[in-house]
């Protein structure tokens, strides 16, 4: 079964940057959708950011302008880049992906395990 691992969390301050990264664990054939989602404190998991098989991308009003979604198809690799980050983002992140493992295997659904983002005032 295809896991998807996710890495790149950690404390940051209030302003910086950081890049979230979510590697598939095995050779897969295609990604077709992406997707983040987070759990921040004292809210329901909310979409974060999403991009379509043909690139087309699009994100919630909380982060536009700020975080970046992009796919690295050589590396089997999706990318949260957040930049400019608040308080208000701190939460749990999780990458979201439609992948198909073989040329003959259909379109499934994976989630990562969620990774922590912490900022700091």
């Known amino acids: 079964q295809v896991q998807l691992v996710e890495s790149g969390g950690g404390l940051v301050q209030a302003g910086g940057s950081l890049r979230l990264s979510c590697a598939a664990s095995?050779?897969?054939?295609?990604?077709?959708?992406v997707a983040w989602y987070r759990h921040t404190p004292g809210a329901q998991r909310e979409w974060v950011a999403s991009?379509?098989?043909?690139?087309?991308?699009n994100y919630a009003e909380s982060v536009k302008g700020r975080f970046t979604i992009s796919i690295d198809n050589a590396k089997n690799t999706v990318y949260l880049q957040m930049n400019s980050v608040k308080p208000e983002d701190t939460g749990v992140y999780y990458c979201?992906?439609?992948?198909?493992?073989?040329?003959?295997?259909?379109?499934?659904?994976?989630w990562g395990p969620g990774t922590q983002v912490t900022v700091s005032s």
């Open positions: 979201n992906a439609g992948i198909r493992r073989s040329s003959s295997s259909k379109i499934r659904d994976y």
């Open positions: 991009m379509n098989s043909g690139t087309a991308t």
């Open positions: 095995e050779s897969i054939f295609s990604i077709n959708t």
